[in-house]
């Protein structure tokens, strides 16, 4: 039975987050690993908006890593496709993260300006040739940071989706050619995060500041859907998932510690209900 731990943050958010990933199963002893924190930089917007991942948060993955050994840290991301070229490093510089990793003596990383690594033929749900972040293989562990977020194609953005961040910004496109829940999917049995961590500690509108963390992908996006005021079985990327052996996506069959679920529900907005909304007429 997979695990997914939630946690609610107070006034030290450090330590929390250490409770946290303990409790989700990342190792007390990290001696010599290479570690990659992967948030959702995917445009320069500061995370109090809900859209980009917490540099609070991130910090004090960084300094939880640390206290655990580990030989290096570093901060990656690949912005989205519709990010200017002008602007891709303001991704890491207008959202904190660039001052956080400086201010802690870590490198963060804009995979456009490094190798990547050609996959042709990979699966018949991805396209025909795309490249991936050689920074996705080269670490010892892969810590995922995603934001939970409605999407307009996936129904929700979280933990699956996130990985997207590793693929070339040029090749992103098409993905969507090929139909993007089932690519996302595919993907996901390339890059296998060590740990998902998803940060609920910036979502406007919503009552509680948590995180969640767990191993399972697919049991943490159904948690988090959950939470979000969704079922799993509405989420594509979910159920697909769970039918390609990545996860459980059965709360019943997920054991979940910490916080009480039933009283950290909220509702997020569709973009269908958005739309509604915005355009009554239409």
């Given amino acids: ?85 002008r602007a891709l490093r303001e991704c890491f510089t207008k959202t904190g993260i660039a001052e ?20 042709k033929d990979a699966s018949p749900d991805l396209p025909a040739a795309f490249r991936i972040s050689e920074h996705a293989f080269r670490h010892d562990i892969v810590i995922n940071l995603p934001v939970p977020k409605t999407h307009y194609l996936t129904t929700v953005s979280i933990a ?33 995060p060590f740990m998902n961590l998803v940060d609920f500690t910036a979502q406007a509108g919503q009552p509680a500041t948590f995180a969640l963390a767990g191993r399972d992908v697919v049991a943490v996006d159904s948690v988090s859907a959950a939470l979000m005021g969704l079922s799993p079985d509405e989420v594509k990327t979910v159920r697909l998932g769970c039918q390609a052996g990545l996860g459980e996506m059965r709360l019943e069959e997920i054991e979940i510690q910490g916080e009480d679920i039933k009283g950290l ?18």
Avoid at 164 to 173: A, H, L, N, S
Avoid at 181 to 190: F, Q
Avoid at 265 to 282: C, D, I, S, V
Wanted: with cysteine; proline share 8%; aromatic share 8%.
């Fill in 100 to 119: 956080i990793c400086e201010r802690c003596g870590v490198p963060w990383v804009l995979f456009d300006e490094h190798p990547y690594r050609l996959f």
């Fill in 160 to 192: 699956m989706k996130n990985l997207k961040g590793f693929v070339k910004r040029e090749d992103k496109p098409l993905f969507h050619r090929v139909g993007l829940d089932s690519a996302v999917v595919a993907l996901n049995t390339i890059i296998r």
């Fill in 1 to 85: 039975m997979p695990l997914v731990c939630i946690e609610k943050i107070h006034e030290d958010m450090t330590a929390a987050v250490d409770r946290l990933l303990t409790r989700a199963g990342l190792p007390d002893r990290l001696s010599g690993q290479s570690i990659l924190l992967k948030p959702n930089l995917f445009e320069p917007l500061p995370h109090t908006t809900g859209q980009t991942t917490s540099p609070h948060l991130v910090e004090a993955v960084i300094q939880c890593c640390r206290r655990r050994g580990a030989r290096a840290v570093t901060v990656g991301e690949g912005p989205s496709y519709f990010t200017a070229d």
């Fill in 265 to 282: 529900k909220m509702h997020y907005e569709l973009p269908a209900q958005w739309l509604g909304r915005t355009f009554p007429n239409l």
